[in-house]
């Protein structure tokens, strides 16, 4: 069974409900996952915005959550979990805002795609000490066993 990561809030490819968004109560997701390879020993969430600022002229990728160290006995993360509520030995990284924790879409013009991707890793990785996006993928490199993705889109109701 390959990995797989499903949402109850939106499916593959759909769009994101506007209470996990800045336009509202900014709430993450709950993710739900399956199909973890045998020897998974951590897992890793990136969720980014590769359309950033503007879909039609994309420049930067946006990083909205970085969560890694998400034990393997783990399958799931409830709606809007917080730091205090994160699995045991679970360790965030720094978003694009310059803090931990989940920061929901917000784009400033025309339809986002974001990108929720869930890594196996073969390894439990040391505290990077709440690492960026680019540290944490260097320290993941030559770990990763299995990977998936759900991507959500979003658009501001003023940008319609």
């Given at each position: 069974?390959a990995?797989?990561?499903?949402?109850?809030?939106?499916p593959?490819?759909?769009w994101?409900?506007?209470?996990?968004?800045?336009?509202?109560?900014?709430?993450?997701?709950?993710?739900?996952w399956?199909?973890?390879p045998?020897?998974t020993?951590?897992?890793?969430l990136?969720v980014?915005?590769p359309?950033a600022?503007?879909?039609?002229?994309?420049?930067?990728t946006?990083?909205?959550?970085?969560?890694?160290?998400?034990?393997p006995?783990?399958?799931?993360?409830?709606?809007?979990?917080?730091?205090?509520e994160?699995?045991?030995?679970?360790?965030?990284?720094?978003n694009?805002?310059?803090?931990?924790?989940?920061?929901?879409?917000?784009p400033?013009?025309?339809i986002?795609?974001?990108?929720?991707?869930?890594?196996a890793?073969?390894?439990?990785?040391?505290?990077?000490?709440?690492?960026t996006?680019a540290?944490l993928?260097?320290?993941?490199?030559?770990?990763i066993?299995?990977?998936t993705e759900?991507?959500?889109?979003?658009?501001?109701?003023?940008?319609?």
């Amino acid at each position: 069974m390959a990995l797989h990561l499903t949402s109850p809030s939106f499916p593959h490819q759909g769009w994101i409900p506007i209470r996990h968004t800045c336009d509202d109560e900014d709430l993450s997701p709950a993710l739900f996952w399956t199909g973890l390879p045998e020897n998974t020993k951590s897992l890793v969430l990136i969720v980014d915005d590769p359309d950033a600022p503007d879909p039609q002229a994309p420049k930067m990728t946006w990083v909205h959550w970085i969560l890694y160290n998400i034990p393997p006995n783990v399958s799931k993360l409830p709606e809007n979990v917080i730091t205090g509520e994160l699995p045991a030995g679970t360790l965030e990284g720094i978003n694009d805002w310059g803090r931990t924790g989940y920061g929901g879409p917000c784009p400033p013009i025309g339809i986002h795609r974001y990108f929720h991707k869930l890594y196996a890793l073969d390894t439990l990785l040391p505290d990077l000490n709440r690492p960026t996006k680019a540290v944490l993928e260097k320290a993941m490199q030559e770990h990763i066993i299995a990977r998936t993705e759900l991507i959500g889109l979003y658009r501001r109701p003023d940008n319609a």
